[in-house]
């Protein structure tokens, strides 16, 4: 068996794993103890290793502005995309699609695939676009979340200096964002990894290394899609990989990209999962608003989760079937057309919404037409 399919299968095996372990995990607690050791140990030792072995290239560093760009466009498009999904505007799933759908998280879903497919060249440059990505999901969308949670609790009493100085108190105190600011001072200095003392690289390293296990374990622990919400769910990431196509073959006729590794590495990182890191960010407003009702929260942290559960299964295998195409994604054309089935399939719940909303509403009016019809030759 091809080992990238091995570890597809490690991967789904984690989640499934995490399912069935909801037999022995009855209380919201224990969850919660979970998802702690992931926010304040293993991310952010993941975090600090990813960024101290990053090794700055000239010639790569228009990369990570091309993931920004991605992120960015994504973040201030998909709010008129959202709704074709049948997720009501302003609403807390609206403002958690909102904070996921734009993050990639091309550490977990792409990486491992590109290395195998594309070499250890390609990898280099994934990573390097990975650092606009991190700039993204840990700084502007912890931004973005907070200054939501602002708005949606109306503090009005709070002077904008006070709010701006909480958000700095909260955004330092964070472990993720401490462990950033070390590394980066370190990769300043021109520190690394084999600079660090032994056993605090050996602890951090062990740290990281529960990473993945844990994340996969807590989303098959606390995913909980509804019937009604997975075509929503479902819309919402093929409207995202439909998109990404058509900005691709874009980028790809505009600057007349024709080697086709490049191409590939295009769609595979811009296909990649949603990140958890936007998901850590909602789970600190979270817990300022737990005493709130769901409803009426800044976002929905269980909405959140099924998207990152749905997102890693539907990003690995829209991935392996790019990278394992051949020949057949050398030109933007085929990557449009790609793009346009996937904005299909994300725009078919909605109109079949309506087709059947017509459907009842002409149904309606006949059976009105009848009546009237019938009162009125019983009036004759």
């Known amino acids: 068996m091809d080992l990238t399919l091995q570890k597809t299968i490690t991967f789904v095996l984690f989640i499934g794993i995490g399912i069935l372990l909801k037999l022995k995990f009855k209380s919201k607690e224990e969850l919660t103890g979970i998802k702690k050791i992931i926010l304040n140990l293993a991310l952010p030792a993941t975090i600090f290793l990813a960024l101290i072995g990053v090794k700055i290239d000239s010639a790569l560093l228009s990369?990570?502005?091309?993931?920004?760009?991605?992120?960015?466009?994504?973040?201030?498009?998909?709010?008129?995309?959202?709704?074709?999904?049948?997720?009501?505007?302003?609403?807390?799933?609206?403002?958690?699609?909102?904070?996921?759908?734009?993050?990639?998280?091309?550490?977990?879903?792409?990486?491992?695939?590109?290395?195998?497919?594309?070499?250890?060249?390609?990898?280099?440059?994934?990573?390097m676009a990975d650092l606009g990505n991190k700039v993204f999901v840990l700084i502007i969308l912890y931004l973005v979340a907070m200054n939501w949670y602002y708005r949606k609790r109306a503090l009005k009493t709070t002077s904008n200096t006070k709010k701006i100085k909480s958000l700095v108190l909260a955004m330092i105190s964070e472990p993720v964002n401490i462990f950033i600011i070390i590394a980066l001072i370190l990769v300043f200095f021109g520190f690394n990894k084999e600079s660090l003392p032994f056993f605090i690289s050996e602890t951090i390293s062990r740290l990281s290394l529960i990473m993945t296990p844990l994340v996969l374990l807590f989303i098959g622990l606390a995913v909980n899609i509804k019937k009604k919400q997975f075509s929503k769910l479902l819309a919402l990431l093929f409207l995202r990989a439909g998109f990404v196509a058509l900005l691709c073959g874009s980028l790809i006729m505009v600057c007349n990209i024709e080697v086709q590794n490049d191409i590939l590495l295009l769609l595979a990182f811009g296909f990649s999962a949603c990140s958890f890191w936007p998901f850590s960010h909602i789970a600190l407003v979270d817990?300022?608003?737990?005493?709130?009702?769901?409803?009426?929260?800044?976002?929905?942290?269980?909405?959140?989760?099924?998207?990152?559960?749905?997102?890693?299964?539907?990003?690995?295998?829209?991935?392996?079937?790019?990278?394992?195409?051949?020949?057949?994604?050398?030109?933007?054309?085929?990557?449009?057309?790609?793009?346009?089935?996937?904005?299909?399939?994300?725009?078919?719940?909605?109109?079949?919404?309506?087709?059947?909303?017509?459907?009842?509403?002409?149904?309606?009016?006949?059976?009105?037409?009848?009546?009237?019809?019938?009162?009125?030759?019983e009036s004759l």
């Open 63 to 127: 990369l990570p502005f091309l993931a920004l760009m991605l992120n960015m466009i994504l973040f201030l498009v998909f709010p008129y995309l959202i709704p074709l999904t049948g997720i009501a505007k302003n609403s807390p799933q609206y403002r958690t699609a909102r904070l996921l759908v734009p993050s990639l998280a091309p550490g977990l879903s792409c990486f491992p695939f590109v290395i195998e497919f594309l070499g250890d060249e390609y990898l280099a440059k994934a990573a």
């Open 287 to 377: 817990a300022q608003e737990n005493r709130i009702a769901k409803s009426k929260r800044t976002f929905n942290s269980n909405f959140a989760v099924n998207i990152l559960a749905l997102s890693f299964p539907l990003s690995t295998v829209l991935i392996l079937g790019i990278l394992s195409s051949g020949s057949l994604f050398s030109s933007a054309t085929p990557v449009f057309l790609l793009g346009a089935i996937f904005m299909s399939l994300g725009i078919l719940p909605f109109i079949i919404k309506n087709i059947k909303a017509i459907r009842r509403k002409a149904a309606k009016e006949k059976m009105q037409w009848v009546i009237f019809k019938t009162s009125y030759t």
